[in-house]
Nanobody, 121 residues
Framework: VQLQASGGGLVQAGGSLRLSCKAS????????MGWFRQAPGKEREFVAA????????YYADSVKGRLTISRDNAKNALYLQMNSLKPEDTAVYYC???????????????WGQGTQVTVSS
């Protein structure tokens, strides 16, 4: 199983980025997908999750209204549209797959390698 995250980069505050996560050797539609992030010196934290068909989404309060999670099961792909970015969004962003909905971080089954997002002020 491989989850390949991409799309990170350096952006000014107020700018936008779109992260992608491509899954391989995984029955993608059988998994809830999530995005997490980890800033230097901090624990990895939940950002957003989306159900198997994309019918429901759940966000951390800190990103509501600015970040949007979506998926395309035909392409085995997960996305995170990031708008109105703030310096505090700077982190390595990870995609992850879980069998069940809204489980703890340690209950996610598979993790991608992460992509760096840096927001300058």
């Amino acid at each position: 199983v491989q989850l390949q995250a991409s799309g990170g980069g350096l952006v000014q505050a107020g700018g936008s980025l779109r992260l992608s996560c491509k899954a391989s050797q995984l029955t993608f539609s059988a998994y809830v997908m999530g995005w997490f992030r980890q800033a230097p010196g901090k624990e990895r934290e939940f950002v957003a999750a989306i159900t198997w068909t994309g019918s429901s989404k759940y966000y951390a309060d800190s990103v509501k209204g600015r970040l949007t999670i979506s998926r395309d099961n035909a392409k085995n792909a997960l996305y995170l549209q990031m708008n109105s970015l703030k310096p505090e969004d700077t982190a390595v962003y990870y995609c992850a797959a879980a069998v069940r909905w809204l489980v703890r971080r340690d209950e996610y089954d598979y993790w991608g390698q992460g992509t760096q997002v840096t927001v300058s002020s």
